[in-house]
């Protein structure tokens, strides 16, 4: 029977692989970004994506900004800023709501929630990704945003273009890390690896 943590620590591998792969990777699609992005605006589930996710994450990090006393307006998917060094007029369009995490995401479930795990463990760690990858994407746009408030626009580019990205593999790093030791359970095995029949079990109780 083949040790557990020794099948988890092989998943997580897989799944950082897959992750640094993926990243790695998208330097590259960026290139292409221009042309990916007129062909998939093309789409309905993109006009959905700028018509009302872009306009809600919007709303969301404004009511944060007004949280911590920085002046801020919204008009659809574009954010406004006054008080700074400079006015400032944000926009967030449809590529920039995170959707390329989520994406990453499902990949990650595919390969980490293998193995005899308990449904209900599956089901919270999916739920708790999702949940958490949300909250990542709001932070990934708050803090370019800060720092082109406080500082310049240049340290927001940097931030966006290639911290953003580290930013994102780090949380999927601490994500799974926290799910294989405290949300995923395995069901119980007998000597051969195979679940336990509960009847059986109880009678030998």
Same mark, same amino acid.
């Given at each position: 029977?083949?040790?557990?943590?020794?099948?988890?620590?092989?998943?997580?591998?897989?799944?950082?692989?897959?992750?640094?792969?993926?990243?790695?990777?998208? /330097?590259?699609?960026?290139?292409?970004?221009?042309?990916?992005?007129?062909?998939?605006?093309?789409?309905?589930?993109?006009?959905?994506?700028?018509?009302?996710?872009?306009?809600?994450?919007?709303?969301?990090?404004?009511?944060?900004?007004?949280?911590?006393?920085? /002046?801020?307006? $919204?008009?659809?998917?574009?954010?406004?800023?006054?008080?700074?060094?400079?006015?400032?007029?944000?926009?967030?369009?449809?590529?920039?709501?995170?959707?390329?995490?989520? $994406?990453?995401?499902?990949?990650?479930?595919?390969?980490?929630?293998?193995? /005899?795990?308990?449904?209900?463990?599956?089901?919270?760690?999916?739920?708790?990704?999702?949940?958490?990858?949300?909250?990542?994407? $709001? $932070?990934?746009?708050?803090?370019?945003?800060?720092?082109?408030?406080?500082?310049?626009?240049?340290?927001?580019?940097?931030?966006?273009?290639?911290?953003?990205?580290?930013?994102?593999?780090?949380?999927?790093?601490?994500?799974?890390?926290?799910?294989?030791?405290?949300?995923?359970?395995?069901?119980?095995?007998?000597?051969?690896?195979? /679940?336990?029949?509960?009847?059986?079990?109880?009678?030998?109780?």
């Amino acid at each position: 029977m083949d040790d557990p943590k020794i099948l988890e620590g092989t998943v997580y591998r897989k799944i950082i692989m897959v992750a640094a792969v993926t990243f790695v990777i998208l /330097p590259f699609v960026t290139t292409f970004n221009e042309f990916l992005t007129k062909v998939v605006e093309s789409l309905n589930f993109v006009s959905v994506i700028q018509g009302y996710v872009a306009p809600f994450i919007v709303r969301i990090v404004a009511a944060i900004l007004l949280a911590i006393k920085i /002046p801020a307006a $919204i008009d659809g998917s574009h954010l406004y800023l006054t008080g700074g060094w400079l006015p400032l007029r944000i926009y967030i369009n449809w590529n920039c709501v995170g959707w390329q995490s989520f $994406i990453l995401l499902a990949f990650t479930f595919v390969t980490g929630l293998q193995g /005899p795990y308990k449904l209900r463990s599956k089901l919270m760690t999916v739920l708790i990704g999702l949940e958490g990858t949300f909250l990542i994407n $709001i $932070i990934r746009i708050l803090i370019p945003t800060l720092l082109a408030y406080k500082f310049d626009f240049l340290s927001a580019i940097i931030f966006h273009d290639y911290l953003g990205t580290l930013f994102t593999l780090l949380w999927m790093g601490v994500f799974w890390n926290y799910a294989f030791g405290n949300i995923l359970t395995k069901h119980s095995t007998d000597t051969k690896g195979k /679940p336990r029949d509960p009847v059986e079990k109880e009678v030998e109780e």
